[in-house]
């Protein structure tokens, strides 16, 4: 299959769908072709138990009509079935004009541009046995541990080819590459199981970038050491229960700001669009400029320039991606959004409008979501810390509609006591309630301890729509935390 | 819609290229249309529909397996999808645990598709969700979706297995909400025509509809009834905990064969081909599906299985596979709990006091071998007072080890729903009145 973005024959047939979605009536059009090439492979205890390549091609019809919207998708590449879907986009927007959702819309100039993300050493050149020696010598490193009944390493890689066009001239090419993999030892002994992961939550992060962001991580030196805290788990203490002054990892953080501030900042859920499924928001609008979400180290910015999964030079109605600050030292000053919901709040998009291919409706979704560095190191953050718990590895989480309760497990806490890791610790969990969490927040890592992770299935929408999202955090301190064994 | 001969033809050509490269080989070929509509705030806001086709195929060439998918269906694409598959079967290790392709030559397709859903309009779908609009009491908004779908599978292999099946669906998930109100109702149906919205706008509007500010519930043990859309996100997530051969095998499941595992009162069985649910007659790897009861009287009965668990533990594959790319353990797709002899209204009756659940928001998981799961209620927390339901309560999260909490069962209802689940397949399952359940953490 050829690459899509050098195809005349892909560009003219969006531009077909453009052409036949304004013969019938739509006031904007956009249409968007996706390939996507995938290859992934996943070893379970010493076994490859699959090893997949992945192809699919696309194209997705957006059009505004008087009042309405309307969406058509197909995966069948010919100038009749653009023409089909064209017109069934635009009977769809027809159709809604039933009851129709007021937005004014002010459509992404006519852009042209051909952007291409990092990489150095393509994955897909990467021979097999590379790829095994790998994989295989992590899971030979985690087996070494008895208890560990179960060693998952996984690879994956995905290169997308996207095509933007609109009825507003709009022509932009984007090729994108992400690398992603890890690792998970489950250790179990008398029914009971701990597990823990590497680089991120289920074992499985992804960077921007061929296979040389992959070999960042340093898997193999890793392995050994998760499956002995693994292990290490099943006889360590339970966490206690009581207020406590809680740190997060980084990795820990990055799912904390993901759940309880990134997607209360998805301007779709603050205006009701998600209600019936993913919730609302406790950010109403009236609170821009004003309400406190956290406390003055708490800066939260969105930045799709950044490198990372998630990430993009232009958002898939083609507004181009730049930085925008979100949380200002604690006080909420704009939100995740695309160009309808943004001008709902008189705001401009922060270029968030995002689909998981092809096949579905762009939504409102995060890209790249950081916190700000502070200014402390680990060490230092750790020494001016006389009482606490070093908290590891989201392992669970749940948030309520509004993203305001929560409760967080992480895979294993150290006792902090005198600025000191001390005993290790199984099952923490805290709760809290958003604002009043991060009001706590007294302590935020500096530039050297900052990471990214990303998350490799975020879910929203009816029907469904997985897209990969990245953060990018410090260690963060909170003090006086409800914390309970699970 | 592409007639089954396209489909049937782009597996043909697979099948004439794979004959002389793999010594065996599976072939999934199939189509699919789906389209949404979306509303909020009684309006409109989201409208779409997809066609897609997919295409996977899995090959053993000498003991070594390699998978590769794709969507078109043209010649040198199909090639280049063979060509593929046999790439990453040649790189591959030998695989030790490779059970083989299935030899089942025969199964009754379900009887599930209905023209009519299948070619379901747009303006058709928003006229039926602008009745739910003009139902809904004044200040109250509507929010929610309506789904109508359709999808044809091929299956084939290298043991000259062919199977086919062509499937129709729709579902309507749908919250009033009243100022700090809120109800919900859902269902879903193979048939368009099955799906009885004005009930169910009746049963979310009655739910955001009771009168009174919403009241703090105090952080204890309580009898609650779980509406079926509360069970059903339960036992979604005892499914995906432990239902399976291979989980069971790791020691990762909760399931104890011969032991009881929960109340007399719950009884769970998947069955992919029983009509009253959504039928599902084979899976991916050409499985014909077949009952499995996981639970009996409470009693851990069964497990499911894949070609590759099944052959592990020295069972028969009970047609549970799942693609890769949805996870490695088999999964239910058809799955039931029995119903009890109560209707809800009885329920409700029984209740001195309690609460009525009605649903369950972000539950997740804090401790797989309970299993001990986290969540928060919403759309309908109601204080039972009486035996009446009396007035809305706020949101909380609650901690639950779900079998216990089930073990805990005064009554089980005898009007199951039929909903759709998270991840696939679908459910269904009764309102249950349990006697001891802990909320806490009042969310107002």
Known sequence: MADTNSDPSILSLALRALDTATSRGARYADVRVVRRKRESLSMRNGNLEAFEFGEDIGFGVRVFRAGGWGFASSSV??????????????????????????????????????????????????????????????????????????????????????????????????????????????????GVQQQRSYPHIFGWSAERGGFEALLRWKLDESAARIAAEASALLDAP???????????????TCMQLHESLGHALELDRVLGMEAATAGTSF?????????????????????????APGSHFYDDEGTPGSRAVLIDHGRLVNYLSSRDTAAAVGLSSTSCSRAQSWNRLPLVRMTTVNLEPGSLSMPEMLADTDNGYLLSTTRSWSIDEHRLNFEFASELAWEVKGGELKRLLRGPSYTGTTPTFWAKCDAVGNQDSWAT??????????????VRVSHGASPTRFRDISLRPT | ??????????????????????????????????????????????????????????????????????????????????????????????????????????????????????????????????????????????????????REQLFLNSNGVQLSEKRSVSEIRMTAINGLRSGYSAQAAPKLGEVKLDELTEEAATRASLRGSPVDLRLERLPVILSPYAVARLLEFVAFLGFSGSQYSEGRSFMKLGQSVTGELVSIWDDGGAADGLPISFDVEGTPKT?????????????????????????????????????????????????????????????????????LHYVNILDPSGPVLTGVTRDGTLLVKNGRIEKPANDVRFRTNVLEAFASAIAVGKDRR?????????????????SSFALGDGLS
Request: with cysteine; glycine share 8%.
């Open chain 2, 1 to 150: 819609m592409m007639s089954s001969e396209t489909l049937s033809a782009a597996a043909e050509r697979l099948i004439s290229r794979l004959r002389t490269q793999a010594d065996e080989f599976e072939l999934n070929v199939g189509e699919e249309e789906l389209s949404s509509t979306r509303f909020a705030r009684s309006c409109i806001h989201q409208n779409v529909s997809e066609r897609s086709f997919l295409v996977s195929i899995r090959l053993n060439c000498g003991g070594r397996i390699g998978t590769a998918a794709g969507n078109q269906l043209g010649h040198e694409d199909l090639d280049s999808l063979c060509a593929l598959a046999t790439e990453a079967a040649r790189r591959a290790p030998p695989d030790p645990d490779w059970p083989g392709v299935s030899s089942f030559e025969e199964i009754s397709p379900s009887s599930s598709f209905d023209e009519e859903t299948a070619s379901c309009s747009p303006n058709r779908r928003a006229k039926l969700i602008a009745r739910i609009f003009e139902y809904l009491p004044r200040g109250a908004l509507a929010f929610g979706g309506l789904t109508t779908g359709w």
């Open chain 2, 291 to 359: 009952r499995v009861d996981l639970i009996t009287n409470g009693i851990a009965t069964g497990l499911l299985y894949d070609r590759r668990s099944a052959r592990k533990a020295g069972m028969e594959s009970s047609g549970h596979a799942v693609p890769q790319s949805e996870g490695a353990d088999p999964y239910p797709a058809n799955l039931f709990m029995a119903p009890g002899q109560h209707a809800t209204d009885d329920l409700v009756g029984k209740l001195d006091s309690g609460v009525w659940l009605t649903r």
């Open chain 1, 283 to 307: 950010l109403t609008p009236e609170k821009l400029g004003d309400f406190r979400v956290g406390s003055e180290l708490v800066s939260v910015v969105v930045d799709p320039t950044l490198s």
């Open chain 1, 453 to 466: 992770f990303s998350v490799s299935r975020c879910f929203k929408g009816q029907p469904g729509q997985l």
């Open chain 2, 418 to 434: 039929l909903q759709l689940q998270t991840m696939f397949g679908s459910i269904s399952v009764p309102p249950i009145l349990i």
């Open chain 1, 77 to 190: 590449l010919t100038s009749n079935e653009a023409d089909r879907v064209s017109a069934l986009a635009v009977s769809i927007a027809k159709a809604s004009e039933r009851a129709p959702w007021r937005a004014d819309f002010e459509p992404s100039p006519g852009l042209e541009a051909s952007c291409e993300g990092p990489c150095e050493i393509d994955p897909f050149e990467v021979s097999f046995e590379r790829k095994m020696e790998l994989l295989s010598a992590c899971d030979e490193a985690m087996r070494q541990e008895p208890r560990v009944r179960v060693a998952l390493g996984t690879l994956d890689f995905l290169r997308e080819e996207r095509t933007f066009v609109s009825t507003q001239g709009a022509e932009i090419f984007q090729t994108i590459l992400d690398s992603g993999g890890g690792l998970r030892a489950i250790a179990i002994s008398d």
């Open chain 1, 238 to 252: 339970s966490c206690p229960e009581g207020e406590a002054t809680v740190i997060l990892d980084a990795s820990q």
